[in-house]
């Protein structure tokens, strides 16, 4: 067997108003009491420091700059980066990143992993990114995402970690399932991923109940067809009166829930992962080298929408 714990730390909600420091000091709080519990490693939410500003229109940068980072660690994330250090433990972070590429500003929506030891492991960007670029004109169903961000350059990495091998994705990124087979094809053996999912779907009035558990099935097939542990953490609640879905969990490689949240607020979740369960798994229904036939799969990567075979 070879077991490690890991942590989920779902967020409440994160109002307009609330400073980043306000924010932080709540991440400091589930980091130490996810290491209280077990955990090496802990999974924080998409855009863990600011409220979801992409529901918000805004045409200036100078409006939505103040949401962005542009350091990492930013200044806001340094308290977060010392205690993690000091308590030994790993953690997955998703924030707004602005930066310079090619000397152009660009804007993504991001997640680092940063290791125990307090050093930056590495960086996923946003590819799938929800929404539209215009406003809908109906604040209930505005997503802005595409408005605000540019689509990430950085295709899905996974990165080697003392415990295991992880991957990142980021919420949208969970409805595809591209997103875990071209992580699993590259040996991750974990996939972490933040979300804010508002409870109304931005393209159509869906049951919430639907909402939950479109969730659950995209997160459950990705970690049964990919033989890989899922850790999936839930910004939620009402933020300023926009409901966000919470059911953050974790997930083993056979599809199974292990461990989920039960509050809309902060609350942290533990498992100790058997690494060797996904593994074994690997090895015989899942063996990707035996049994994938990718001279079938062309279209996949030859096409983005449908084309009808003459
Ligand atoms: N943050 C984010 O990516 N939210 C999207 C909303 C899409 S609604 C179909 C999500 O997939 O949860």
């Not at 200036?60 to 200044?75: M, Q």
């Not at 310079?100 to 997640?111: A, D, I, M, P």
């Not at 992880?166 to 409805?175: A, E, K, T, V």
């Not at 690494?275 to 096409?303: C, K, M, T, W």
């Amino acid at each position: 067997m070879r077991k490690e714990g890991f942590a989920v730390a779902q967020m409440g909600p994160v109002h307009l108003q609330d400073s980043r420091e306000k924010t932080v000091k709540r991440l400091v709080e589930m980091l130490t009491e996810a290491q209280s519990r077990g955990a090496t490693w802990v999974t924080f939410p998409e855009l863990a420091l600011t409220t979801f500003f992409p529901r918000y229109v805004y045409d200036k940068p100078s409006e939505y700059d103040p949401f962005f980072e542009e350091a990492t660690p930013s200044k806001a994330m340094q308290p977060l980066f010392a205690e993690a250090a000091r308590l030994k433990i790993g953690f997955y972070l998703g924030y707004a990143e602005k930066t310079q590429v090619s000397g152009t500003v660009r804007r993504f929506n991001t997640s680092i992993l940063v290791g125990p030891d307090g050093s930056i492991i590495g960086k996923y960007r946003k590819i799938h990114l929800p929404g539209t670029i215009e406003p809908v004109g109906d604040p209930e169903f505005e997503h802005l995402e595409k408005r605000y961000f540019d689509v990430g350059d950085l295709g899905f990495p996974t990165f080697q970690t003392p415990a295991a091998r992880i991957g990142m994705c980021i919420c949208n990124d969970r409805r595809w399932p591209e997103t875990f087979r071209v992580m699993a094809l590259a040996g991750a053996e974990v996939f972490m991923l933040g979300y804010n999912t508002p409870s109304r779907n931005i393209h159509h009035n869906e049951p919430v109940h639907l909402r939950e558990f479109h969730h659950r099935l995209c997160l459950q097939s990705a970690a049964y067809q990919n033989a890989a542990w899922v850790m999936a953490s839930a910004k939620c609640g009402s933020e300023d009166g926009f409901d966000m879905i919470g059911g953050s969990m974790i997930v083993a490689p056979t599809g199974e829930i292990v461990a989920k949240t039960v509050s809309e607020d902060d609350e942290v979740i533990v498992y100790r992962c058997d690494l060797e369960l996904g593994a074994y798994i690997r090895r015989s229904v899942f063996d990707f080298e035996r049994h994938r036939r990718p001279e079938h799969y062309q279209a996949i990567v030859n096409q983005v929408g449908i084309e009808l075979p003459e």
